[in-house]
Nanobody
Framework: QVQLVQSGGGLVQAGESLRLSCVGS????????VGWFRQAPGKERAYVGTINYGGTTIYYADSVKGRFAISRDNDENTVWLQMNCLKPEDPAVYYC?????????????????WGQGNQVTVFA
């Protein structure tokens, strides 16, 4: 069992940056792939990006490619989502999720453990 605790988020102006952190419990967290998802009001949870267990394979949704970056430090059991050049269409609750497999997946249904979510708000 893994517990994910998120931090970060907040209110920023368009064009600014935010960084979200996701800390996983347990020494096996280093063997888990992690995904980031977001959910805006009235919409389904949407894929943002994923990172494999070693941090060597990272994928992004087209909507954030070139602006967001995912990284991890397995010694700290932490995965980050760096969000740059935030746009008015980026606001949502952002979630990290983990799956007990080393390789990434793109559907929320493929993840077993979820963080509590962080609200990100962007104003023009």
């Amino acid at each position: 069992q893994v517990q994910l605790v998120q931090s970060g988020g907040g209110l920023v102006q368009a064009g600014e940056s935010l960084r979200l952190s996701c800390v996983g419990s347990g020494r096996n967290f280093r063997n888990y792939a992690v995904g980031w998802f977001r959910q805006a009001p009235g919409k389904e949870r949407a894929y943002v990006g994923t990172i494999n267990y070693g941090g060597t394979t990272i994928y992004y949704a087209d909507s954030v490619k070139g602006r967001f970056a995912i990284s991890r430090d397995n010694d700290e059991n932490t995965v980050w989502l760096q969000m740059n050049c935030l746009k008015p269409e980026d606001p949502a609750v952002y979630y990290c999720a983990a799956r007990p497999l080393r390789y990434t997946a793109f559907s929320p249904d493929d993840y077993d453990y979820w963080g509590q979510g962080n609200q990100v708000t962007v104003f023009a």
